[in-house]
């Protein structure tokens, strides 16, 4: 079983940043892929960047120049660099990791992020 805990969340007016940390109880140095999804209110889940096997990375098209994905594997630890936050990023972040290329997904239980003035 593998626990994720996600922090750094908070209030940001538009133009501000902040950095998510995302927690796991594993290490994540070999683990297959990792990401980062946002829930807003009335809306689905959506991928906002993800980095696979290979290290292969990718990001939503609203989110790309702006945030950045990263890993320190010596602290277990996965993160998401938000700049230039816009109103639309206001949503639930979650963190997810897979370990291994057929295995489960764990899912962290979401840090709310609020873009507002």
């Known amino acids: 079983q593998v626990h994720l805990v996600e922090s750094g969340g908070g209030l940001v007016q538009p133009g501000g940043s902040l950095r998510l940390s995302c927690a796991a109880s594993?290490?994540?140095?070999?683990?297959?892929?990792m990401a980062w999804s946002r829930q807003a209110p009335g809306k689905q889940r959506e991928l906002v960047a993800s980095?696979?096997?290979?290290?292969?990375?990718n990001y939503l098209d609203s989110v790309k120049g702006r945030f950045t994905i990263s890993r320190d594997n010596a602290k277990n630890m996965v993160y998401l660099q938000m700049n230039s936050l816009k109103p639309e990023d206001t949503a639930v972040y979650y963190c997810?990791?897979?370990?291994?290329?057929?295995?489960?997904?764990?899912w962290g239980q979401g840090t709310q992020v609020t873009v507002s003035s």
């Open positions: 594993v290490s994540i140095f070999s683990i297959y892929a």
């Open positions: 980095e696979s096997s290979g290290g292969t990375i």
């Open positions: 997810k990791v897979r370990i291994s290329r057929f295995g489960a997904d764990y």
